[in-house]
Antibody
């Protein structure tokens, strides 16, 4: 059974940083691209970033490019999202999902950017 | 960037009746490999999204056969043949053909 478990969310001040993690199990992690998708309170889904299975290719939404960095450690079956220069509009539940087609999703971790 | 537009925004449905959700993209979603990367997701209240349909018309494992997807190019549809109470939630389409990836705004399905 595929399991994706996000962690690292919390309250951070504007301009601050946070690093999210997503621990994966139940599939061959290195064979799958991985993505982060976020959902602001009461809003729809927004794709944030994707990394290829090898980690060699990364893609970002314009809204986070230059501030967020996606990475993965295939030896630890873990996906990361380093978030810098956080803004109030980054407040959301952040989900990780596997495969380019977002086949399976985690339960999400809440990031709140507020002073 | 590809804009994905869903309609309607809200869909009140009587139990046992069919429902249909439209998803339109601003560009063709046919990739250079010939595959159309248009997927559908369900998000029940208080839950994470769950994929129902991938590449237009393929049901994911465990998805009831009352859900079906169809369409081509820029015009796609998700149909529920007979709505059940557990189908309440928000449905999203997502295009995976062009970077940046993008979701539709969502359609809220509720019981009349």
């Amino acid at each position: 059974e595929v399991q994706l478990l996000e962690s690292g969310g919390g309250l951070v001040q504007p301009g601050g940083s946070l690093k999210l993690s997503c621990a994966a199990s139940g599939f061959t992690f290195s064979n799958y691209a991985m993505s982060w998708v976020r959902q602001a309170p009461g809003k729809g889904l927004e794709w944030v970033s994707t990394v290829s299975g090898s980690g060699g290719d990364t893609y970002y939404a314009d809204s986070v490019r230059g501030r967020f960095t996606i990475s993965r450690d295939n030896s630890k079956n873990t996906l990361y999202l380093q978030m810098n220069s956080l803004r109030a509009e980054d407040t959301a539940v952040y989900y990780c999902a596997n495969a380019y087609g977002a086949e399976s999703w985690g339960q999400g971790t809440l990031v709140t950017v507020s002073s | 960037d590809v804009v994905v537009t869903q309609s309607p925004l809200s869909l009140p449905v009587t139990l046992g009746q069919p429902a249909s959700i439209s998803c339109r993209s601003s560009q063709s979603l046919v990739y250079s490999d010939g595959i159309t990367y248009l997927h559908w997701f369900q998000q029940r209240p208080g839950q994470s999204p769950r994929r129902l349909i991938y590449t237009v018309s393929n049901r994911d494992s465990g998805v009831p056969d009352r859900f079906s997807g169809s369409g081509s190019g820029t015009d796609f549809t998700l149909k529920i043949s007979s709505v059940e109470a557990e189908d309440v939630g928000v449905y999203y389409c997502m295009q995976g053909t062009h970077w940046p990836l993008s979701f539709g705004g969502g359609t809220k399905v509720e019981i009349k």
